[in-house]
């Protein structure tokens, strides 16, 4: 009988929160002697894109088949992390939304200069520019209508939100499904649960 394991994520896309995914993936693969499927059920207000695009890579490069399930919304990094997956579906009442890289003018110190500035720009492009390579390549693969990068970076420009239906013609997901979890073996990786954690 295939060894299935279940995640509930419900937390913001965060160093820590790859980490702690990460490395509970190693962990219980090692634990029950190799996993055969992840099933993951997701729903993020986004957050650090770096960490979204590292998420991406670690489940594309993981041998086990791996199934996503958006729950609600995935936003901004957190459709990175769900396009990593080989099967994709969405709820009826799910969306996604892509938009431009953005980060906190007051998290800047006081000595950030224009040069610092002009570096922290190039970085965000680059950002921007493997995001939307990333979403235009994973989408067509599952496409009626398929975005060009063009597309993608017009779509992100504006702030776009993929309802269910758009998020289907356009290959995020390959069906709108309302997925059965378990009772018992999920485990929940939500924020309360990040915040027990130590930095």
């Not at 500035?117 to 390579?133: C, F, I, N, P």
């Not at 997901?173 to 930095?199: H, K, S």
Request: proline letters at 5%; one cysteine or more; glycine letters at 6%.
């Amino acid at each position: 009988m295939p060894i299935v394991q279940h995640v509930y994520c419900s937390a913001i896309i965060s160093k820590k929160m790859c980490d702690a995914l990460t490395s509970y993936v190693f962990s219980i693969s090692a634990a029950k002697g190799g996993i055969d499927e992840f099933v993951v059920y997701l729903v993020t207000g986004g957050g650090n894109p770096s960490s979204g695009m590292e998420l991406y890579n670690f489940f594309k490069a993981r041998p086990e088949r791996t199934t996503i399930y958006n729950m609600s919304s995935v936003d901004s990094a957190g459709v990175l992390f769900f396009l990593g997956f080989q099967t994709r579906f969405g709820l009826p009442a799910s969306s996604f939304m892509v938009h431009q890289t953005k980060f906190s003018k007051a998290s800047l110190p006081d000595w950030y200069s224009y040069s610092d500035l002009k570096k922290s720009e190039l970085e965000l492009l680059a950002v921007d520019q493997k995001t939307h390579r990333v979403i235009a390549a994973e989408t067509a693969q599952k496409a009626e209508v398929p975005l060009s990068v063009e597309d993608v970076e017009a779509a992100a420009s504006r702030t776009t939100i993929y309802f269910a239906e758009d998020a289907l013609r356009h290959g995020f997901i390959e069906d709108i499904v309302t997925p059965t979890m378990p009772i018992q073996d999920i485990f929940y990786l939500t924020d309360q649960y990040l915040a027990g954690l130590p930095d």
